[in-house]
């Protein structure tokens, strides 16, 4: 049986197994038990003696190779399919005991292409759930508007505009916005964002990841590929053969320990720098650098010149906005002349983004600032090396402390 919660992993001795068992759980918003799915005429099952644990409010991405099971397990969850056996809870509720179409609206559903309907509006397409529901008039106009807007959308210009009429990206925002309809417990999303061209698909992750800050809803998100699902998911459940599951845990721990040779061959090499994706600058403490205010005077520029051994001093604003960076030899000109600041990154950019922008721009130094724009310090190469060495050493620490 594969039975796992988060911390388990195939291949765990005994007395870890256990130990992983026993740490405080978060509510558990699905819980599938020994849940079996066996297709007439075939040999062996799609998903077979699978238990796991999905908490509430997170992210979980199931990640595998084609015809693994991951597909099938979300099916499963939303009773597209029936199991063979086992059972399906949801937030405590076995799901077998509710009529289907009660249980679809708790549940909003994503897919790859959106799945928009195309004789519908934008509007109409958000709409579905909410009407299904019996909501009023106004509260579903309410909601759609405030729908468009949260996935990034104008609702005056976009409101009723039909699926054509938009570019990919757009509907995969609109499917994401229908998807959240009717305020669902559980969002199911199967490769929501596999149909999109690189620069898009990172563009609709990072707006969806802002979009679950905000709404905090429990997520299962079904891909195929590793980087997705280190960057998309708080756990990752890696999907074997026959629906098992052959770990679950943090993208951390699965890159930092795969738990057998089978998820070692699918993470594949190059997992030290995908752990760089994980580490958020917003998480960590950046080193000061010397800066002066914009409207500082000659003798104030000097001083702060002076009293550091940079090449260059960081001007900022009356806002504490990056305005520009000032020669230390030419502290004290006046008017002083500086280069613009072209290399920033706010907090939810990662130390993978930092030496990324590094490497492309020909620079040594990226600024981080606040959600507002505001200066936090300056990440050098080096500084860069230390924090993935710290973080090295955290994760080793917390290996100790669990050992």
Not at 117 to 122: E, G, I, N
Not at 300 to 321: F, I, K
Not at 374 to 379: A, F, K, S, T
Request: glycine share 8%.
């Amino acid at each position: 049986m594969t039975d796992a919660t988060p911390g388990t992993q195939a291949g765990l001795g005994t007395e870890a197994a256990e130990h992983a068992r026993t740490k405080p759980a978060e509510h558990p918003m699905i819980r599938l038990d020994r849940l079996v799915k066996r297709y007439p005429g075939q040999e062996q099952a799609a998903v077979e003696e699978l238990s796991l644990d999905i908490p509430e409010g997170r992210i979980v991405a199931f990640v595998g190779p084609s015809g693994c099971g991951k597909t099938t397990t979300m099916k499963l969850i939303n009773r597209l399919i029936e199991p063979t056996s086992g059972r399906i809870h949801l937030d405590g509720q076995d799901v077998t005991e509710l009529p289907v179409h009660e249980l679809r609206r708790r549940i909003g559903y994503a897919i790859q292409s959106s799945g928009l309907f195309p004789h519908r509006t934008v509007a109409d397409n958000i709409a579905t759930v909410p009407r299904l529901l019996g909501w009023s008039r106004q509260r579903v106009t309410e909601r759609v508007d405030e729908l468009l807007t949260m996935v990034g959308l104008d609702p005056a210009t976009y409101r009723d505009r039909y699926p054509k009429q938009l570019s990919g990206g757009q509907q995969q925002r609109v499917g994401v916005a229908r998807a959240l309809g009717g305020d669902p417990q559980v969002m199911l999303m199967d490769e929501p964002f596999g149909a999109i061209d690189p620069q898009n698909r990172e563009a609709l992750q990072d707006e969806f990841l802002r979009i679950q800050r905000t709404v905090r809803k429990t997520i299962v998100f079904v891909t195929h590929d590793i980087d997705e699902a280190c960057k998309m998911g708080d756990l990752i459940a890696v999907f074997g053969e026959n629906g098992k599951v052959r770990q679950y845990d943090t993208p951390e721990r699965i890159l930092a320990e795969p738990a057998d040779e089978f998820v070692a061959a699918f993470i594949g090499s190059g997992a030290s720098v995908r752990r760089l994706s994980l580490t958020r600058l917003g998480t960590l403490d950046v080193p000061e650098w010397p800066t002066v205010d914009a409207d500082a005077d000659p003798e104030r520029r000097l001083a702060v010149a002076r009293a550091q051994d940079r090449e260059y001093c960081l001007v900022l604003d009356a806002d504490r906005r990056p305005a520009g960076w000032l020669p230390t030899a030419e502290a004290d000109t006046e008017p002083p002349s500086h280069f613009p600041v072209f290399s920033t990154l706010g907090p939810h950019s990662t130390l993978f983004d930092a030496l990324d922008l590094m490497l492309s721009a020909d620079t040594s130094t990226v600024v981080a600032v606040d959600d507002e724009g505001r200066y936090r310090g300056v990440l050098e190469m080096d500084t860069v090396r230390e924090l993935i060495n710290s973080e090295q050493t955290r994760t080793a620490h917390a290996r100790l402390q669990e050992a």
